[in-house]
Each structure stands twice: as structure tokens, then as C-alpha cells.
């Protein structure tokens, strides 16, 4: 922590005869001085040494730089006035530079008092500010603005300021602990399955003495439904705030609490705040500074209501873990991140969990393949139901041969044999270097949110390529990911994500734009998987394009189902776990476009 000390006016009015009564050595002002500099430097030690009751100095200097956390302190316009014998009074102007570049200004007054060794502080707490009174403390208070609700895209409120009720419990008062965390875990587990009478007594148990276990935080609504229950139980408290919830509960759930942090962000920023003095009881006496709060601004994010309520639903019924991600490939607009309840047990998949891609990656080993200008979407390609790269035998799914067809039918039938040798014969970053023009291997600072993209590592090895082209090998990808892969055919360009309006991401290692021959191919060859390929599931949905995936995983008998697309100006990736195929996802996907209309 800096100070600063500015002495910009100095008036000493007093002439201090060498002989005066009580006194030797320096003077009033050289008094004043090195407690002003004391105080003004942060020696709390050294500021309280030079008055006459150091320990209650030391006590209450302690409490105001403790309170106030000065990042500076002037002291200006000193003045030490005519004596009244071994009495003299001083003036000082005190500047306190607060953080978030507040300042608080005023004037105090001082007594400085004749002793054996030379002058002193005459202490009292007004020396640190003219309305602070013996025995008491000064506070420093926020006053936060009121909060706005948080709308989607469309000015539907996602979430509402609304009344919580936080429930705790003190051990050291609970009396019989075990059938207090009985009674606790019966009324609550309903709203937070986590909470259970273990869970509550091991809260319990490893709390501090002096402190409380906080049990969980209750909707008004649900707090009014059990407070009969655990209202009067010993140990238990209950205290009220307001907070940002989500208006419909349970959705949005890997979203909505980085908006949230955002938005508390904005409201720190925006607060006002006070500087009151305190009595021994903690009650407020007086007000010393107010500077009120300002307007804290709306805040929009990019969802969309409707989006997200399609795609949560659409998930909602599956037995694995599911995410799907959606954003609008103009704007880079996130416009939903869902998972269903088994997917939200293990953490944000949408955003940062790491899968093999399977076939959709196919897309990327295209664009590759398509931008060295050595094929089309008609040229004929080697589609047999094996093949093999230096030993390394690759099959097709159930080893479906269909001979030599254009490359656009390989695609959209998925040919892993096909796209292994096109990535066998590519050079050693050319996968790496094709994905991040995807988005795929880049990294994005997205306000609000942590994501992940994937990883794409090159290899030297014709083998590890081969792998890698249809999207087993080494390559991990996210459904935020593949999104971004959908959006970019869809946008000719890698679009820059964001989760609210306004706060674009920093972006880093994002490569250039496909070519638009490559875009051209892709997305014809992307609009015959849905007519004519894997995903005929989609065919009665107008204009789909996309990508299926299947992606084995541990031992090989399990795998992954992708769908990654686009219709219009909407790009999505769905992912279902262990889905043993890539139809369930069509499926998911299917439930999803039809659910938006």
C-alpha cells in the first residue's frame, strides 16, 4: 500500500520561546509533523508514539486504515494557531484516496500539549476526523444500485433480481446435531439433492468454532413451503438477500451463472458508497461521506429463450450425458448452451468438455484435402470397406464398400477409409492448420464464459493422420467447438463468440478463412449428408446441412453420437454420450430445429 504527503501550505503563527514550561527540544509544528507523517505514511506505530494515550491511538488509527484501505493519504494546510499556555491547537486538511478512485476530504483539528520531553498529540478521536467520538468505529459501506434483470436477445427476462433466504446452521448450538441434519436434509433434498443428513453433518463437522455451515440458498417461495419444518430448529438461521435467479428454475445452467458474475461485476463497478461512525453495538451513529450510486446498465445477453428451451428439451429425455450448443454464425451470437441433468453432474461439457469428433471432423480433413486443389466434391475417390495405412488396417463402419463414387458421396455416406488416405497424404500441420481456420485449436476469451474449442496436434506420422482424418487418433474437440466449425462453413469465416451484447471475445490463433471454392464444396457436400447420407432423419426439415459422428472411446465397444449443422443463419453442434452411434444424435437434433419451428 502507497501514501503520499503534500504540505502545499504551512502557516506557523506560533513563535515558541526556547524556555516555555514543560518543554525542551522541538517545537508544536515539528510535533504535528511527525504524527501527520506517521499517519499519512501508514505507521500506526510511529503516528501513536508521538501522542500522549499511544494505545488508544494505535487502537483507533489501526480500525481507519484497516476500514478504509487508503491506496494514499495527503495531509495539506497545516496550521498551528496561537497557545493557550503548554496548549496548542493545529488545523490539517486530510485527503484519503479510497480505491476505485474515491476520495474523501476534510478538515480536523488537534491539541498539542507541553510534556516533559517535548510536545505531544493530545490524543482524542477527532484528530482522525471531527465526528468521531470515544468508543467508536468508523464504517465504510456500499450502496449498490438496484439491479436490472438480465433479457435475451429479444428482451425476454432470463433472469429477475428476486428474494433468497439463506439457511445456515451453528454447530456449537445446535444441541443434538445428527437430528437437526435429519430434519434439515427431509425438507430440503427436494430442491438440492446434494443435501443430505451426511452432507450436512460433515458441513457440520468442519466448521470452525464462532462460525456457521451454510446449508443452502432457497427461492422465497420454496424457503415459505419448508420454514414450518426448520424454522424453529436449535442452531438454525436464516438471512435475506436479493440475487439474480433464472425465471424458469433449472435453465441455462452453464450460461446463466457467468452472466450473473458479470452483471455483479457491473454492480461493483456502478456502487456508491458511505463512510457512517459506529457505536459499540455495530449500530450506526452519523453519516461522514455518501456518494450515491449510478444507473447500473441493462444487461442483454445473446441468448435466445426460445432456442434455449427448444434445445434443453430436446435433450431432456436422454439416458447419457447431452450438450448442445447453438450460435448465430453472422453475429458469433451464442444463442443456447444446454446439457440435460446426467450432463450438468459432470460439469460444462458444452463448452469445455474434450471428445473425439468421430466423422464430423470430416469436415476439417475436407477443407484440407479440398484446398490443395488436387480434388473437388465430384472427383472420384477409393471408397473400400478396409484399407490400410503402414500396417494400420481402417475400416468402415460394418465395413460398407462402396467403391469408387465422387467425393461428395463419400462424405455424406462417411467414408473412414476414404478421408484416412486423404489425411495420410496431407502434410504434417495441415490438419492443424485447416482446423483453426475453423475455429478448432484457437483460443477465445468469451466474458461470461470459459470455453474450450479443442485440440488438433500435428503429426508426422502417415498413421496418426489417418486417425486423426476421421476423427479418432489424437483429435479432441467440444460441441462449443464443432459449433464453430458449423458456423464458419455457414459464414465463410470463423465468427467471434459472445455471450452478452457488447462484450465480443478476444480472440488468438484463429487462421484464416477457408477459401470460397472450399466453402462453395463444403457446403454442398454438408447439404448431401441430410438428402442423401447419414442423416436422412433431418430430410423432412427444410434446408439442413450438416455432419453425423460416431467416435469410439476406451476399449473401442462404446461410442460417441455427434450431429453438427446448420439451417440458415443458426449453427449447432449436439453431442450425446455414449450413444453407441451418431443416430440418436440426428435424432436429438431433429427434436431441436422442429422445436424452434
Given at each position: 500500500m502507497s501514501a503520499r504527503r503534500h504540505r502545499s501550505a504551512l502557516a506557523v503563527l506560533l513563535l515558541v520561546a526556547a524556555t516555555t514550561a514543560g518543554c525542551s527540544g522541538d517545537g508544536p509544528e515539528d510535533a504535528l509533523s511527525a504524527f501527520l507523517d506517521a499517519v499519512a505514511s501508514g505507521d500506526v506505530a510511529a503516528a501513536a508514539a508521538n501522542t500522549d494515550s499511544p494505545d488508544a491511538a494505535k487502537t483507533v488509527l489501526s480500525q481507519v486504515r484497516g476500514v478504509l484501505d487508503p491506496e494514499g493519504l495527503d495531509v495539506d494546510d497545516e496550521e498551528v494557531k496561537q497557545p493557550d499556555g503548554d496548549v496548542v491547537t493545529a488545523g490539517y486538511r486530510l485527503t484519503w484516496h479510497l480505491r476505485r478512485g474515491r476520495t474523501w476530504s476534510y478538515r480536523a483539528d488537534a491539541q498539542l500539549r507541553a510534556a516533559e520531553n517535548g510536545w505531544q498529540v493530545h490524543w482524542q478521536p477527532t484528530v482522525v476526523h471531527p465526528q468521531l467520538a470515544v468508543g467508536q468505529t468508523l464504517g465504510l459501506l456500499p450502496q449498490l444500485?438496484?439491479?436490472?434483470?438480465?433479457?435475451?436477445?429479444?428482451?425476454?427476462?432470463?433472469?429477475?433480481?428476486?428474494?433468497?433466504?439463506?439457511?445456515?446452521?451453528?454447530?456449537?448450538?445446535?444441541?443434538?446435531?445428527?437430528a437437526v441434519a435429519g430434519t434439515l436434509a427431509k425438507a430440503l433434498h427436494r430442491y438440492e439433492p446434494s443435501v443430505t443428513g451426511r452432507s450436512v453433518l460433515d458441513g457440520m463437522s468442519k466448521t470452525k468454532p464462532g462460525d456457521a455451515y451454510p446449508v443452502i440458498t432457497l427461492r422465497a417461495g420454496d424457503y415459505q413451503r419448508v420454514k414450518p419444518a426448520i424454522y424453529d430448529l436449535p442452531g438454525v438461521r436464516f438471512a435475506s438477500q436479493e440475487r439474480l435467479l433464472p425465471v424458469t428454475r433449472g435453465s441455462g445452467q452453464q450460461v446463466l451463472p457467468g452472466i450473473r458474475a458479470l452483471v455483479e461485476q457491473q454492480l461493483a463497478g456502478a456502487a456508491g458508497w458511505r463512510i457512517v461512525t459506529r457505536d459499540v453495538t455495530g449500530g450506526e451513529v452519523s453519516e461522514l461521506k455518501a456518494e450515491p450510486p449510478r444507473l447500473a446498465p441493462a444487461v442483454t445477453s445473446t441468448?435466445?429463450?426460445?432456442?434455449?428451451?427448444?434445445?434443453?428439451?430436446?435433450?431432456?429425455?436422454?439416458?447419457?450425458?447431452?450438450?448442445?450448443?447453438?450460435i448465430q454464425p453472422s453475429s458469433g451470437d451464442i444463442l443456447a448452451v444446454a446439457q440435460n441433468d446426467a450432463a450438468d453432474e459432470e460439469g460444462s461439457l458444452a463448452l469445455s468438455g474434450r471428445y473425439p469428433p468421430g466423422s464430423t471432423f470430416k469436415i476439417v480433413t475436407a477443407a484440407a484435402a479440398l484446398a490443395t486443389g488436387d480434388v473437388d466434391a465430384g472427383s472420384p475417390v477409393d471408397c473400400p470397406g478396409a484399407t490400410t495405412v503402414e500396417n494400420r488396417v481402417i475400416p468402415?463402419?460394418?465395413?460398407?464398400?462402396?467403391?469408387?463414387?465422387?467425393?461428395?458421396?463419400?462424405?455424406?455416406?462417411?467414408?473412414?477409409?476414404?478421408?484416412?488416405?486423404?489425411?495420410?497424404?496431407?502434410?504434417?500441420?495441415?490438419?492443424?492448420?485447416?482446423?483453426?481456420?475453423?475455429?478448432?485449436?484457437?483460443?477465445?476469451v468469451v466474458p461470461g464464459l470459459t470455453t474450450v474449442t479443442g485440440d488438433v496436434p500435428a503429426s508426422d506420422?502417415?498413421?496418426?493422420?489417418?486417425?486423426?482424418?476421421?476423427?479418432?487418433?489424437?483429435?479432441?474437440?467440444s460441441p462449443f467447438g464443432m459449433a464453430l466449425v458449423a458456423a464458419t462453413v455457414q459464414a465463410g469465416k470463423v465468427p467471434s463468440p459472445s455471450i452478452v451484447k457488447g462484450m465480443p471475445a478476444a480472440t488468438k490463433n484463429v487462421g484464416d478463412p477457408p477459401s470460397p471454392d472450399v466453402l462453395d464444396a463444403l457446403r454442398e457436400m454438408m447439404r448431401e449428408v441430410v438428402t442423401t447420407g447419414t442423416a436422412t432423419g433431418l430430410r423432412d426439415l427444410p434446408e439442413v446441412a450438416g455432419k453425423t459422428g460416431t467416435a469410439q472411446f476406451g476399449d473401442g465397444s462404446h461410442s460417441h453420437g455427434w450431429f453438427v449443422g446448420y439451417r440458415g443463419d443458426l449453427a449447432f453442434a449436439v453431442l450425446l454420450t455414449d450413444a453407441g452411434s451418431s443416430k440418436p444424435a440426428v435424432q436429438a437434433a431433429h427434436r431441436f430445429l422442429a422445436g424452434i419451428g
Amino acid at each position: 500500500m502507497s501514501a503520499r504527503r503534500h504540505r502545499s501550505a504551512l502557516a506557523v503563527l506560533l513563535l515558541v520561546a526556547a524556555t516555555t514550561a514543560g518543554c525542551s527540544g522541538d517545537g508544536p509544528e515539528d510535533a504535528l509533523s511527525a504524527f501527520l507523517d506517521a499517519v499519512a505514511s501508514g505507521d500506526v506505530a510511529a503516528a501513536a508514539a508521538n501522542t500522549d494515550s499511544p494505545d488508544a491511538a494505535k487502537t483507533v488509527l489501526s480500525q481507519v486504515r484497516g476500514v478504509l484501505d487508503p491506496e494514499g493519504l495527503d495531509v495539506d494546510d497545516e496550521e498551528v494557531k496561537q497557545p493557550d499556555g503548554d496548549v496548542v491547537t493545529a488545523g490539517y486538511r486530510l485527503t484519503w484516496h479510497l480505491r476505485r478512485g474515491r476520495t474523501w476530504s476534510y478538515r480536523a483539528d488537534a491539541q498539542l500539549r507541553a510534556a516533559e520531553n517535548g510536545w505531544q498529540v493530545h490524543w482524542q478521536p477527532t484528530v482522525v476526523h471531527p465526528q468521531l467520538a470515544v468508543g467508536q468505529t468508523l464504517g465504510l459501506l456500499p450502496q449498490l444500485p438496484d439491479t436490472a434483470p438480465v433479457l435475451d436477445r429479444d428482451g425476454v427476462p432470463l433472469m429477475r433480481p428476486q428474494t433468497v433466504i439463506g439457511v445456515v446452521v451453528d454447530p456449537q448450538k445446535a444441541g443434538d446435531t445428527r437430528a437437526v441434519a435429519g430434519t434439515l436434509a427431509k425438507a430440503l433434498h427436494r430442491y438440492e439433492p446434494s443435501v443430505t443428513g451426511r452432507s450436512v453433518l460433515d458441513g457440520m463437522s468442519k466448521t470452525k468454532p464462532g462460525d456457521a455451515y451454510p446449508v443452502i440458498t432457497l427461492r422465497a417461495g420454496d424457503y415459505q413451503r419448508v420454514k414450518p419444518a426448520i424454522y424453529d430448529l436449535p442452531g438454525v438461521r436464516f438471512a435475506s438477500q436479493e440475487r439474480l435467479l433464472p425465471v424458469t428454475r433449472g435453465s441455462g445452467q452453464q450460461v446463466l451463472p457467468g452472466i450473473r458474475a458479470l452483471v455483479e461485476q457491473q454492480l461493483a463497478g456502478a456502487a456508491g458508497w458511505r463512510i457512517v461512525t459506529r457505536d459499540v453495538t455495530g449500530g450506526e451513529v452519523s453519516e461522514l461521506k455518501a456518494e450515491p450510486p449510478r444507473l447500473a446498465p441493462a444487461v442483454t445477453s445473446t441468448l435466445s429463450t426460445k432456442i434455449q428451451a427448444a434445445a434443453e428439451k430436446a435433450l431432456e429425455t436422454e439416458p447419457h450425458s447431452a450438450a448442445l450448443v447453438a450460435i448465430q454464425p453472422s453475429s458469433g451470437d451464442i444463442l443456447a448452451v444446454a446439457q440435460n441433468d446426467a450432463a450438468d453432474e459432470e460439469g460444462s461439457l458444452a463448452l469445455s468438455g474434450r471428445y473425439p469428433p468421430g466423422s464430423t471432423f470430416k469436415i476439417v480433413t475436407a477443407a484440407a484435402a479440398l484446398a490443395t486443389g488436387d480434388v473437388d466434391a465430384g472427383s472420384p475417390v477409393d471408397c473400400p470397406g478396409a484399407t490400410t495405412v503402414e500396417n494400420r488396417v481402417i475400416p468402415n463402419e460394418g465395413r460398407f464398400d462402396l467403391g469408387r463414387v465422387p467425393l461428395k458421396t463419400a462424405f455424406a455416406r462417411s467414408c473412414n477409409t476414404t478421408f484416412a488416405r486423404l489425411a495420410a497424404g496431407l502434410g504434417g500441420s495441415a490438419l492443424t492448420d485447416t482446423a483453426r481456420s475453423f475455429g478448432l485449436g484457437a483460443d477465445f476469451v468469451v466474458p461470461g464464459l470459459t470455453t474450450v474449442t479443442g485440440d488438433v496436434p500435428a503429426s508426422d506420422s502417415a498413421v496418426q493422420r489417418a486417425e486423426n482424418g476421421f476423427g479418432q487418433g489424437r483429435v479432441l474437440t467440444s460441441p462449443f467447438g464443432m459449433a464453430l466449425v458449423a458456423a464458419t462453413v455457414q459464414a465463410g469465416k470463423v465468427p467471434s463468440p459472445s455471450i452478452v451484447k457488447g462484450m465480443p471475445a478476444a480472440t488468438k490463433n484463429v487462421g484464416d478463412p477457408p477459401s470460397p471454392d472450399v466453402l462453395d464444396a463444403l457446403r454442398e457436400m454438408m447439404r448431401e449428408v441430410v438428402t442423401t447420407g447419414t442423416a436422412t432423419g433431418l430430410r423432412d426439415l427444410p434446408e439442413v446441412a450438416g455432419k453425423t459422428g460416431t467416435a469410439q472411446f476406451g476399449d473401442g465397444s462404446h461410442s460417441h453420437g455427434w450431429f453438427v449443422g446448420y439451417r440458415g443463419d443458426l449453427a449447432f453442434a449436439v453431442l450425446l454420450t455414449d450413444a453407441g452411434s451418431s443416430k440418436p444424435a440426428v435424432q436429438a437434433a431433429h427434436r431441436f430445429l422442429a422445436g424452434i419451428g
